[in-house]
T-cell receptor, first 117, second 113 residues
Framework: AQTVTQSQPEMSVQEAETVTLSCTYD???????LFWYKQPPSRQMILVIR??????QNATENRFSVNFQKAAKSFSLKISDSQLGDAAMYFC??????????????FGKGTLLTVNP | NAGVTQTPKFRILKIGQSMTLQCTQD?????MYWYRQDPGMGLKLIYY???????DKGEVPNGYNVSRSTTEDFPLRLELAAPSQTSVYFC????????????FGPGTRLTVL
């Protein structure tokens, strides 16, 4: 079974600074997807960014980018120019690329990000 | 287009009571999921469905039941509520296929006393 580990329960960053959230995962599969979800105090789960394992290029979405190290099974999220609205719980998630898994997500425990003005 | 909607938003149950958490999606997604989120933890899969009439267990199915009579609806039934079922419950849906993301509802916060 796949596991996802987020080793930083909490992180803080100054507004306009850059912060990196860590995620490692364990799998024997070669075909999979990785995601970062944001959960603000409203509880809504919001997809931030996704990475396909077969793509070597790191995904980028505006101020959010990932550092995907497939051999090391590492998938960190970098937030540049942090804004107050980035404050939230961030979850790393894994999904098999095989339909046999029914595309369920396996989540880490989350990292609570605080943005200081 | 409302996406994924869940009712109720909050509920307090007494031990031994039963209830149904409702989930509806208007995106014509085949796949639907129920997750629970315990304090300080990530989401864990309870049940999922790949289409009307087809459901299967996830990681933590004990104490729950589901049904899927239509594409739109995927209710989660709690029988004989226990304090261990105190959690936030999320419903999600996605289209069929490897490229498609899951869309989440706003969650239901359930407390069992």
């Amino acid at each position: 079974a796949q596991t996802v580990t987020q080793s930083q329960p909490e992180m803080s960053v100054q507004e306009a600074e850059t912060v990196t959230l860590s995620c490692t995962y364990d799998t024997s599969e070669s075909d999979y997807y990785l995601f970062w979800y944001k959960q603000p105090p409203s509880r809504q789960m919001i997809l931030v960014i996704r990475q396909e394992a077969y793509k070597q290029q790191n995904a980028t979405e505006n101020r959010f980018s990932v550092n995907f190290q497939k051999a090391a099974k590492s998938f960190s999220l970098k937030i540049s120019d942090s804004q107050l609205g980035d404050a939230a719980m961030y979850f790393c998630a894994y999904r098999s690329g095989s339909g046999g898994s029914n595309y369920k997500l396996t989540f880490g425990k989350g990292t609570l990000l605080t943005v200081n003005p | 287009n409302a996406g994924v909607t869940q009712t109720p938003k909050f509920r307090i149950l007494k031990i031994g009571q039963s209830m149904t958490l409702q989930c509806t999606q208007d995106m014509n997604h085949n796949y639907m999921y129920w997750y629970r989120q315990d304090p300080g933890m990530g989401l864990k899969l309870i049940y999922y469905s790949v289409g009307a009439g087809i459901t299967d267990k996830g990681e933590v199915p004990n104490g729950y039941n589901v049904s899927r009579s239509t594409t739109e609806d995927f209710p989660l039934r709690l029988e004989l509520a226990a304090p261990s079922q105190t959690s936030v419950y999320f419903c999600a849906s996605s289209r069929t296929g490897r490229y498609n993301e899951q869309f989440f509802g706003p969650g239901t916060r359930l407390t069992v006393l």
